[in-house]
């Protein structure tokens, strides 16, 4: 599985936005957009960025390859792709808006037709994944990254954590994908 970081995205930043924009632009896989939106206010909250706005667009291979080639150069489908609202923040700062228009995070891809997959190798729940790869992409908003070791272990410590306590909260058991892949650089 890939997961990377990029600059904000142009797809749904041409507007006024309020808390969580959930747009399903595919229809290979069936969605329960209603869990995932819970999901998504519940790692929200763990990660205290229910002010910010926050975009999750589902998409299918074909649409997720088209933007990993666009902004990566990799022709592949993909799990998660993330466009950070801020370019340059630290891991686990949170960021100081000016204006209410900069009160965003910014958007994240999920490759639902890519974690189906996935999933039906591994016998993993869809919505699980969903959430994980969610949790992930989140992580990227907030500057984690994981280019070399030392920012991967970080990384993988703030997914440990957010999942322990959405586990907590929802008596689920998610851990984060990351222990079963290798890194993409």
Not at 76 to 91: A, C, H, I
Not at 113 to 139: N, P, R, W, Y
Request: aromatic share 8%; proline share 4%.
């Amino acid at each position: 599985m890939c997961r990377v970081f990029f600059k904000f995205s142009p797809f749904t930043s041409s507007g006024f936005k309020m808390g969580v924009v959930l747009r399903n632009l595919q229809k290979v896989v069936p969605l329960r957009r209603a869990r995932l939106r819970r999901d998504v206010d519940t790692l929200r909250h763990i990660l205290g960025v229910q002010k910010f706005d926050l975009g999750i667009i589902c998409v299918d291979n074909q649409k997720i390859q088209q933007i990993n080639h666009m902004y990566r150069k990799k022709n592949v489908p993909t799990d998660v792709l993330s466009f950070p609202f801020y370019e340059d923040l630290r891991p686990g700062k949170l960021p100081c808006p000016l204006h209410r228009d900069e009160l965003n995070l910014g958007d994240i891809f999920l490759g639902v037709e890519f974690v189906m997959k996935q999933c039906k190798e591994d016998s993993l729940d869809l919505h699980g994944a969903l959430t994980v790869i969610t949790a992930h992409g989140i992580c990227h908003l907030l500057g984690y990254r994981h280019e070399t070791e030392e920012e991967w272990t970080e990384m993988l410590q703030r997914e440990s954590y957010i999942l322990s306590e959405y586990n907590r909260l929802t008596g689920r058991h998610l851990e984060p994908l990351t222990k079963r892949c290798t890194q993409d650089r």
